[in-house]
């Protein structure tokens, strides 16, 4: 018989019933899926493919496409039945109509050990409750199970020449806490699955779980009667006050009660409510002392950087923030620096970004970013070099220091606003700057060099895009 739910599913109904029903009857209300979701999904399947060296020689039942779900799950008990198959790869089940695809099984002297491989750091609540089901439709197939565990990326790992598997994951049991959940998951499959066979769609407001854990794919459709220019989307306000006065009826600005919120919430509602960038007057000398500085020998820079789940580079940790590659546009001219991924270049970076701060000041997007990945790249530097060159605090402007200082808000959430979307409101112009995740992914695994070129083509833009974001806030608060 099909299944009716999987891990997926399953987590998404225990986000929100509603979209559990939509995503299954009315798919094509479905919002398209971010990069940075994309990229995670890749993260998630390069780490869990890695994982799987952990228990060398297993037979791979992972299925190719949805119609082999059937064979896959005989195929697996087959797998099972075999003294001789020790360790079983995306090992598929199913149990009271639901579906699920094992990470690892593997038989140990004391019987079978189910793993669930996730790239992350720490185990999330919703991890729990994603070994929890896996935890009751193995026990519910007949697989007497051992132990269940979690293995994650371990944040005290620091990569040395050679990765080291044992070191880099970090293996723990939640066999009690999956045990815990048994009856509560029993429960949620059954709501899941009578919401499932519902002839409408359940009613459910808008509220804080459209975000959370995860942003959901129907916001597009749930939120079409919320104004663009809401206090729904006003990110100084507290997400819990917000859909307080949203369930006493509220919707617009207006609406909200008199001296509501702080200081930032005022400045933020007047520029939604005016459709124009709005910021606090109060700040314009110290700002404006950091743009008179620039004197023509100033530098924009852009630093692509990335942070790859699993380390590749001497001395660092999972997640760990390195640079790419850095654009710089100084004294007229434009330079790129590529191929940050040795020892080597990360000293030049240093020596690149502290040669640029003897000149004048550096303009970037982010100071503080720009400020640890100098710090990262010093540890490179010869014991000789590591005092001359430096990069003084007061040489540093970043864009986004300078709108904290001058409260500045856009007439949209500042939330997932991106650089180019922010160049844009600012200047005016429209860069059409390549979204950063695909600018990493296609640098990382551009195959041919025309493809590289391309990308780095696309990276001679941004720190124009930089100057001229700069350049706007420099006439806006001159008027
Ligand atoms: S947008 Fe919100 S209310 Fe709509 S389906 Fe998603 S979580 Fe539920």
């Known amino acids: ?19 559990l029903y939509l995503n299954k009857k009315r798919p094509f209300l479905r919002d398209k899926i971010s990069p940075e979701q994309l990229a995670k999904f890749k993260r998630g399947t390069d780490v869990g493919i890695l994982a799987q060296s952990l228990f060398p020689g297993g037979v791979d039942c992972k299925p190719k ?24 790869y995306e090992a598929v089940f199913q149990w009271e109509e639901v579906l699920i695809i094992l990470d690892i099984l593997a038989r140990h002297n004391d019987g079978w050990h189910a793993y669930e491989v996730k790239s ?38 620091i ?19 999956v045990r815990q959940h048994y009856d509560e998951t029993g ?6 699955k009578a919401t499932l066979e519902a002839e409408s769609s359940p009613k459910i407001p808008i509220g804080p779980w459209c975000h959370s854990p995860y942003p959901c794919d129907l916001i597009g459709h749930c939120w079409k009667h919320v104004p663009a220019n809401s206090f729904l989307y006003m990110d100084t306000i507290a997400e819990e006050k917000r859909f307080e006065w949203y369930r006493e009826g509220m919707l617009n600005i207006g609406e909200l009660p008199d001296h509501f919120g702080e200081e930032n919430s005022r400045i933020q509602a007047k520029a939604f409510q005016s459709g124009k960038i709005c910021f606090d007057t109060q700040q314009i000398d110290p700002v404006q002392q950091l743009l008179k500085s620039r004197d023509g020998m100033e530098s924009y820079v852009y630093v692509l950087s990335h942070s790859p789940a699993i380390p590749h580079f001497s001395g660092t940790r999972p997640f760990e923030r390195l640079p790419l590659a850095i654009s710089i546009l100084s004294s007229g001219e434009l330079t790129i620096h590529h191929h940050l991924a040795t020892a080597e270049s990360m000293r030049k970076f240093a020596i690149i970004l502290a040669g640029l701060s003897r000149k004048g000041k550096i303009f970037t997007a982010d100071g503080q970013t720009l400020k640890d990945l100098f710090h990262f790249a010093s540890k490179y530097l010869n014991k000789s070099e590591l005092e001359e060159v430096s ?12 709108i904290d200082e001058l409260k500045l808000f856009f007439p949209v959430s500042m939330k997932d606003i991106s650089f180019n979307e922010m160049v844009r409101w600012l200047s005016g112009k429209n ?18 060099e025309p493809l590289f070129a391309d990308s780095l083509q696309r990276l001679r833009l941004f720190p124009e895009a930089l100057k001229s974001a700069f350049d706007a806030i420099h006439s806006l608060i001159s008027r």
Not at 187 to 192: E, K, P
Not at 438 to 447: K, M, P, R
């Open 159 to 177: 990569f040395q020449e050679n990765l080291e598997l044992d070191k880099l994951f970090k293996t723990v049991s939640v066999l009690e806490e």
């Open 187 to 192: 429960t949620n499959i059954r709501i899941s």
């Open 65 to 88: 496409s949805p119609a082999q779900y059937a064979a896959k799950i005989a195929e697996t008990a087959a797998m099972m039945a075999k003294p001789e198959v020790h360790t079983i």
């Open 431 to 448: 860069f059409k700057l390549k979204n950063e995740v695909f600018l990493v992914s296609d640098l990382i695994q551009a195959e041919t």
């Open 120 to 157: 992350s750091l720490r185990i999330s609540e919703t991890y729990l409750q994603d070994a929890a089901l896996q935890y009751y439709v193995l026990t519910g197939s007949g697989v007497k199970l051992h132990d269940f565990s979690i293995i994650h990326l371990d944040a005290d790992y």
């Open 391 to 402: 990069l003084p605090e007061e040489s540093i402007v970043g864009l986004q220091q300078l």
């Open 1 to 19: 018989m099909a299944h009716l739910l999987s891990k997926s599913t399953y987590i998404r109904g225990r986000q929100c019933q509603k979209s």
